[in-house]
């Protein structure tokens, strides 16, 4: 796979994190027949307890230097495991916010692509067809997203886990989705994964871009999601975070405008890399 790098304009080639793994249990027929064991809670928690063990600590100089992680930008202090590091915290000031009132900001580091939603609420995402409605896992709430985006924030193993509010206001209304745990990386096209993956949907009264929906997807070996459960909250404030292995988050919004090198790279389908707190858009 290759990104799109916005400050030099340039592509960088990376490599899926357990691409023999997923490759095997995706596209083998013996594969696929252990693959609805693999996408279980059960095995998410089995994961996420062994991550969570002290001796997993061996674990983490290898995986620092497998994935480039630039440890600077994170707090300086010992980990008492995996599942810690993981989890870790950015430094102050290591992620700036964008705080013009309409600058529409990334919640994550992560690979962004934006889709468009049709006057239907159907979208294409991956070459799969959903409905907005069946990612919120309400189709009443997709009204107010018609012709607007989705934008969907890959966050793979090199990124930060945590996430924050795009903007501020009031979460009015939350929604616990139990389901499956697929890889949201592009192995599992031939799956309707948000739809059928864990996910959290909050619906957002933001002050600068109205409604939004915020959607947090576990994937495979993510079965927790973290949300803080804050009510009120700030253009900054951090809203949880995710458990060991890769996820996505998703914002729905309209009366937006999205960065042209971001909606052109979207548009061949390639993901543009973005931080936390980078201006990737504006209200209209």
């Known amino acids: ?22 490759d095997f249990l995706y596209n083998n027929p013996i ?46 202090r010992e980990y008492d495991s995996f599942y810690d590091f993981f989890i870790r915290r950015l430094k102050p000031g290591k992620r700036p916010f964008d705080m013009a009132p309409g600058a529409l900001v990334s919640p994550a ?17 991956k070459g799969r067809d959903y409905t907005a409605g069946e990612i919120l896992g309400d189709e009443a709430l997709s009204e107010c997203f018609k012709g607007g985006y989705a ?23 939350r929604k616990y989705i139990k389901g499956k745990l697929h890889t949201v990386s592009p192995l599992s096209a031939d799956h309707k994964i948000f739809y059928e993956n864990t996910r959290n949907v909050c619906m957002l009264a933001t002050d600068n871009f109205g409604t939004m929906a915020y959607i947090e997807v576990g994937a495979m ?13 700030l253009k900054g404030q951090e809203k949880g975070h995710f458990e060991p292995g890769g996820s996505t988050v998703i914002l729905f919004a309209n009366g ?27 209200a209209l």
């Open 1 to 22: 796979m290759k990104i799109y790098l916005r400050k030099s304009k340039a592509y960088e080639e990376v490599e899926q994190y357990g691409a023999g793994a997923l």
């Open 31 to 76: 594969g696929r027949l252990l693959l609805g064991i693999a996408v279980s809670p059960f095995v998410s928690d089995i994961y996420a307890w062994k991550k969570s063990r002290k001796s997993s600590v061996k674990d983490i100089p290898g995986f620092i230097a497998e994935h480039k992680i630039d440890m600077s930008d994170f707090e300086d």
């Open 109 to 125: 580091d992560s690979k962004l692509l934006v889709y468009k939603i049709g006057e239907d609420t159907h979208m294409q995402v």
């Open 151 to 173: 934008l969907v924030f890959r966050l793979t193993v090199d990124d930060c886990h945590r996430y924050s509010f795009p903007d501020s206001g009031k979460v009015l209304s």
């Open 221 to 233: 070996l993510v079965g927790r999601i973290a949300d803080e459960g804050a009510d009120l909250f």
């Open 256 to 282: 937006i405008k999205i960065d042209d090198d971001i909606m052109e790279q979207s548009a061949m389908g390639i993901e543009t890399k973005v931080r936390m707190g980078e201006r990737i858009g504006k």
